[in-house]
């Protein structure tokens, strides 16, 4: 083999060797910064709900609604929560239905906004969840301040004192 040729042969390792180093080093960088990056934490708070309007009944109903509140922490910034909720199964022997999520939280401008879908039961005779009731949905996206999110949100009807929604995200 010649001169030249080891020296071909040198280069064409390295950069082999890089190829599959690099990927690999880039890979345990992401996971570090996935595993350092701690969740932010948002709550919105607002009264009681009564959709604003409602499509259909029984299977395929859909509510519409949207709702002024408050986020901790951002006094004075207006926010709302709005969407849809659209009964997707119906089950009269336990009482309840399945109602799929189409869910938007803008604070301060629509350049803000946390996407939430997911799916929840609901009392069948309820236009909400019941008081005391709890349910967990993900978070699909965002915008804005909220560019990339994703985690889950929990929200809570308190019956008379209305409801609140602890939004965990991730980045």
Not at 38 to 51: N, S
Not at 150 to 158: A, T
Request: overall charge positive; proline content about 5%; cysteine-free.
């Amino acid at each position: 083999m010649t001169r030249s040729h080891r020296i071909l042969t040198a280069i064409a390792l390295g950069i082999a060797a890089i190829g599959l180093i690099a990927p690999q080093a880039a890979q345990a960088a992401d996971r570090s910064h996935h595993r350092s990056s701690p969740a932010q934490t948002v709550v919105f708070r607002h009264g009681v709900v009564a959709p604003t309007g409602t499509q259909g009944s029984g299977l395929g109903m859909v509510r519409f609604f949207t709702i002024p509140g408050t986020v901790d922490g951002r006094a004075g910034v207006a926010s709302y929560l709005t969407g849809t909720l659209t009964t997707i199964a119906l089950e009269p022997a336990q009482n309840r239905d399945v109602r799929a999520s189409n869910l938007v939280l803008v604070v301060g401008g629509e350049q803000n906004q946390i996407v939430i879908g997911g799916i929840s039961i609901y009392p069948s005779d309820g236009s909400t969840l019941a008081p005391g009731a709890k349910v967990v949905r993900p978070i699909l996206g965002g915008t804005g301040l909220y560019n990339g999110a994703r985690g889950s949100v929990v929200s809570e009807n308190l019956g008379d004192r209305g409801w609140i929604h602890t939004f965990r995200i991730m980045r």
